[in-house]
């Protein structure tokens, strides 16, 4: 692991993690004062972003987190997931959501964390589920945002889903890249399009960090410069499997430490209808739902009603035996 110190306020640290394979995870650190030998498991925090964003997802709760939680050592590490944000592309073209979990392993290897907790937005939620019940002793608390496990296909739909992968996949060599001149017309773009509604501001806070430069040649020969998207095209476009509610059932049901789930009113509405179906596969941990009023992206909308929440349960577990090392 190597890092780098971010001098603008709140402090953090650039990491990198390098795996055998080749690839090469960017990450943010944050980090509390204090003495490492008393950092609880309940502490240390590997967070997961959400499908096509970056570790800035958490760049107004990390810290919040860090300030509600001390005065004892507090530390989040937040990913940018392969193909995503400034990590490396994979070579071998699998996104699949589970290399997600098994890279996040070797990050908490290399980091010396036996025990920790995880918290994950959208997709990061969905890595952080599948986690928790993959590495089932070393998982503390597990935090869910806008999302309560891995979206699924029915079986019979999954030659269907392949078929549109392979077309998809087919048709991207032809597929040009989006050109902005400046950041803010990328930062623009974002907050009138995407999947999910996202603010201004928040897309200040989430864009640039997905941003690389390249350069255009106009019909005057004129070479121009400006910005594209860092993630990996592979990612736009279907991916080559889909899980069933099965094997989704496999993993949330040997979940064992205590789990939140914080839904945004405005966010996913097909997460209501998985609560329902998936609380009776968490009979063997207690679970916690939160619902509040905001987008999907309401922990970075509205980082402080979020970090109330997600503090509050976190210091309320503190009496579990499992929060303690």
């Given at each position: 692991m190597t890092t780098t110190i971010n001098k603008t306020p709140p402090l953090f640290q650039e990491c990198t993690f390098e795996f055998p394979n080749g690839i090469v995870l960017a990450a943010?650190?944050?980090?509390?004062?204090?003495?490492?030998?008393?950092?609880?498991?309940?502490?240390?925090?590997?967070?997961?972003?959400?499908?096509?964003?970056?570790a800035s997802t958490f760049d107004l709760l990390a810290p919040l987190m860090l300030h509600q939680l001390g005065p004892e050592q507090v530390e989040i590490v937040a990913l940018d997931f392969a193909g995503h944000g400034k990590s490396t592309h994979r070579q071998t073209e699998d996104y699949s959501v589970w290399r997600y979990a098994e890279d996040a392993l070797h990050v908490a290897n290399q980091l010396g964390w036996d025990e920790?907790?995880?918290?994950?937005?959208?997709?990061?939620?969905?890595?952080?589920?599948?986690?928790?019940?993959?590495?089932?002793?070393?998982?503390?608390?597990?935090?869910?945002?806008?999302?309560?496990?891995?979206?699924?296909?029915?079986?019979?739909?999954?030659?269907?889903?392949?078929?549109?992968?392979?077309?998809?996949?087919?048709?991207?060599p032809n597929k040009?890249?989006?050109?902005?001149?400046t950041i803010e017309s990328?930062?623009?773009?974002?907050?009138k399009s995407g999947t999910y509604e996202l603010n201004l501001p928040s897309s200040?806070?989430?864009?640039?960090?997905?941003?690389r430069p390249i350069e255009r040649t106009d019909a005057d020969g004129t070479i121009v410069?400006?910005?594209?998207?860092?993630?990996?095209?592979?990612?736009?476009?279907?991916?080559?499997?889909?899980?069933?509610?099965?094997?989704?059932q496999s993993f949330m049901t040997r979940i064992r430490c205590p789990l939140l789930a914080v839904l945004a009113s405005k966010g996913i509405?097909?997460?209501?209808?998985?609560?329902?179906?998936?609380?009776?596969?968490?009979?063997?941990?207690?679970?916690?739902?939160?619902?509040?009023?905001?987008?999907h992206h309401v922990h970075v909308e509205d980082a402080p009603m979020v970090a109330g929440h997600v503090c509050g349960w976190i210091l309320g577990q503190d009496d579990a035996p499992v929060a303690r090392l």
């Open positions: 943010k650190h944050w980090k509390t004062d204090g003495p490492s030998s008393q950092t609880r498991d309940t502490r240390r925090f590997l967070a997961f972003h959400g499908f096509l964003d970056n920790h907790a995880v918290i994950g937005h959208s997709m990061g939620g969905a890595v952080a589920s599948l986690y928790s019940g993959l590495f089932v002793s070393r998982v503390t608390l597990c935090i869910l945002l806008d999302n309560f496990g891995p979206f699924t296909r029915p079986i019979e739909d999954q030659p269907d889903h392949l078929l549109e992968h392979i077309q998809q996949k087919k048709d991207l040009q890249l989006p050109f902005h001149p990328a930062v623009l773009a974002r907050n200040w806070i989430l864009v640039p960090r997905g941003l410069q400006g910005w594209t998207w860092s993630t990996d095209q592979l990612l736009t476009i279907t991916s080559a499997q889909s899980l069933s509610e099965e094997y989704v509405q097909t997460i209501r209808y998985m609560v329902d179906k998936r609380l009776p596969w968490l009979s063997q941990t207690k679970v916690t739902i939160r619902d509040v009023d905001g987008n």
